[in-house]
């Protein structure tokens, strides 16, 4: 499975984004899919998980304001960024795994795949 991340930019606080995460190979479309993203000098922070079936689960820190969706026809998934503070500031990486239960979900070593990583810059 490869995967390409693509949607970062600049933006102000309180604006929105939309970051896409396009994954090719077989079965690709089966995967449980997730977004990490990381800033300067931090480790690696979970940001939400999206299942095969549409199932989700996101991180305290942006629950409310982040939204993950898939279109399964297209093998693309989507993370829409709304109410985005500066604190968001990161390069953001989409994952993926074959299965994984939730309780697993926020460790980045369970994931087979990843993307290349987009940046995401918000200004104050």
């Known amino acids: 499975v490869q995967l390409q991340a693509s949607g970062g930019g600049l933006v102000q606080a309180g604006g929105s984004l939309r970051l896409s995460c396009a994954a090719s190979?077989?079965?690709?479309?089966?995967?449980?899919m997730d977004w990490f993203r990381q800033a300067p000098g931090k480790d690696r922070e979970f940001v939400t998980t999206?299942?095969?079936?549409?199932?989700?689960y996101y991180a305290t820190s942006v629950k409310g304001r982040f939204t993950v969706s898939r279109d399964n026809a297209k093998n693309t998934v989507y993370l829409q960024m709304n109410s985005l503070k500066p604190e968001d500031t990161a390069v953001y990486y989409c994952?993926?795994?074959?299965?994984?239960?939730?309780?697993?979900?926020?460790?980045?070593?369970?994931?087979?795949?990843w993307g290349q990583g987009t940046q995401v810059t918000v200004s104050s």
């Open positions: 994952a993926a795994v074959s299965r994984i239960f939730i309780a697993s979900v926020k460790d980045s070593g369970k994931y087979d795949y």
């Open positions: 190979g077989p079965t690709s479309s089966s995967y449980v």
């Open positions: 999206i299942w095969s079936g549409g199932a989700t």
